[in-house]
């Protein structure tokens, strides 16, 4: 994989080739974004571009460094990962311990980071001396979804590379290409809000039972009816129920909600984030008001928010239907 082979994010490339021309790199670098939407890959890359033996802005794919680096036995690129929940004070240690020492076979160390955010406060104050003092042979890449957990000192040493969301258009073209429909396609990239890894790792069966339920669910909101229902499987039974399943549930459920949008805004139904529910969603056009599509969408957002922030799911979910009771419909 070279820059080119990475989905999107044509900024942090330029920069960073630039960079890589100029031998200006960063010692230290934060790659901030969501889930799955490449920082671990474009990390990958740069770590091959900065010992490739052939080019000296990008990975040729072809030397001996960049087939090592592919097969995950390069000894001077380091993947450090959380040992459980946690990146502990040892795994930092033996980061510093080895950033002072020259290269074996490559021209820099580089070490890459995940989960960063999960350093313990131990772990970072350690890794913090390496950057205060930053090793003339390493490198030190680090990759966080929550730039907000990382201490201040850390930040203010590093480079910081904003990661957005990949487009739901480049999510669908590499989607098509791996051999999925054009619908199957299009359906999976409205609901994964730009998080490649996760829409590859979607099962279509999967997909398609788990629309069905946010389908019932959002039926069950707008008509008002069958809340003890889905209050016994969605929330009293919640261990049965793993958060990413929820979660889930939630993003078709706001997709639902969008396309309604779309439509009593009389817009183009070629933007319909679920073409295959068109006639049934329409139905639903004058049970409720924009207003209230609008307040759905917003207890939708603040239930996602409360379980990336490992709210408790059964208080999550029964709040999220007390909040439809009492509501105008029109």
């Given at each position: 994989?070279?820059?080119?082979?990475?989905?999107?994010?044509?900024?942090?490339?330029?920069?960073?080739?630039?960079?890589?021309?100029?031998?200006?790199?960063?010692?230290?670098?934060?790659?901030?974004?969501?889930?799955?939407?490449?920082?671990?890959?474009?990390?990958?890359?740069?770590?091959?571009?900065?010992?490739?033996?052939?080019?000296?802005?990008?990975?040729?794919?072809k030397c001996t460094s960049c087939k090592g680096?592919?097969?995950?036995?390069?000894?001077?690129?380091?993947?450090?990962?959380?040992?459980?929940?946690v990146i502990k004070i040892e795994q930092m240690?033996?980061?510093?311990?080895?950033?002072?020492?020259?290269?074996?076979?490559?021209?820099?160390?580089?070490?890459?980071?995940?989960?960063?955010?999960?350093?313990?406060?131990?772990?970072?104050?350690?890794?913090?001396?390496?950057?205060?003092?930053?090793?003339?042979?390493?490198?030190?890449?680090?990759?966080?979804?929550?730039?907000?957990?990382?201490?201040?000192?850390?930040?203010?040493?590093?480079?910081?590379?904003?990661?957005?969301?990949?487009?739901?258009?480049?999510?669908?073209?590499?989607?098509?290409?791996?051999?999925?429909?054009?619908?199957?396609?299009?359906?999976?990239?409205?609901?994964?809000?730009?998080?490649?890894?996760?829409?590859?790792?979607?099962?279509?069966?999967?997909?398609?039972?788990?629309?069905?339920?946010?389908?019932?669910?959002?039926?069950?909101?707008?008509?008002?009816?069958?809340?003890?229902?889905?209050?016994?499987?969605?929330?009293?039974?919640?261990?049965?129920?793993?958060?990413?399943?929820?979660?889930?549930?939630?993003?078709?459920?706001?997709?639902?909600?969008?396309?309604?949008?779309?439509?009593?805004?009389?817009?183009?139904?070629?933007?319909?984030?679920?073409?295959?529910?068109?006639?049934?969603?329409?139905?639903?056009?004058?049970?409720?008001?924009?207003?209230?599509?609008?307040?759905?969408?917003?207890?939708?957002?603040?239930?996602?928010?409360?379980?990336?922030?490992?709210?408790?799911?059964?208080?999550?979910?029964?709040?999220?239907?007390?909040?439809?009771?009492?509501?105008?419909?029109?």
């Amino acid at each position: 994989m070279a820059f080119k082979d990475v989905l999107g994010h044509e900024r942090v490339k330029k920069i960073l080739r630039k960079a890589l021309q100029k031998k200006k790199i960063p010692n230290s670098i934060l790659f901030c974004g969501p889930k799955g939407v490449g920082k671990e890959e474009m990390a990958l890359v740069l770590a091959k571009a900065i010992n490739c033996e052939r080019k000296k802005d990008d990975a040729c794919e072809k030397c001996t460094s960049c087939k090592g680096i592919n097969a995950g036995n390069f000894p001077d690129v380091m993947v450090i990962q959380p040992d459980g929940n946690v990146i502990k004070i040892e795994q930092m240690r033996a980061l510093r311990k080895i950033a002072y020492l020259k290269p074996m076979v490559g021209k820099k160390r580089v070490f890459i980071v995940t989960e960063a955010e999960k350093m313990t406060e131990a772990a970072a104050n350690s890794l913090l001396k390496v950057l205060e003092e930053p090793p003339l042979f390493s490198y030190v890449l680090l990759m966080t979804h929550n730039p907000f957990l990382i201490l201040s000192t850390i930040k203010s040493r590093c480079q910081i590379l904003n990661f957005p969301p990949l487009s739901k258009e480049d999510i669908e073209r590499e989607l098509m290409e791996k051999g999925f429909t054009e619908e199957k396609a299009r359906v999976i990239s409205r609901l994964v809000r730009g998080n490649l890894k996760q829409a590859l790792g979607l099962d279509w069966e999967d997909v398609q039972v788990t629309r069905k339920q946010a389908w019932m669910l959002f039926l069950s909101l707008v008509k008002r009816e069958n809340f003890a229902f889905f209050l016994r499987n969605y929330a009293f039974s919640y261990k049965s129920l793993v958060k990413q399943d929820w979660e889930q549930i939630l993003e078709i459920l706001s997709s639902f909600c969008r396309d309604l949008v779309l439509l009593k805004e009389k817009s183009d139904s070629n933007l319909l984030m679920n073409p295959d529910y068109e006639d049934e969603i329409r139905k639903m056009e004058e049970l409720v008001s924009l207003d209230w599509l609008m307040k759905c969408l917003e207890k939708i957002d603040f239930a996602i928010y409360g379980l990336g922030k490992n709210l408790n799911v059964n208080l999550l979910v029964s709040s999220f239907f007390s909040n439809f009771k009492e509501w105008e419909y029109a």
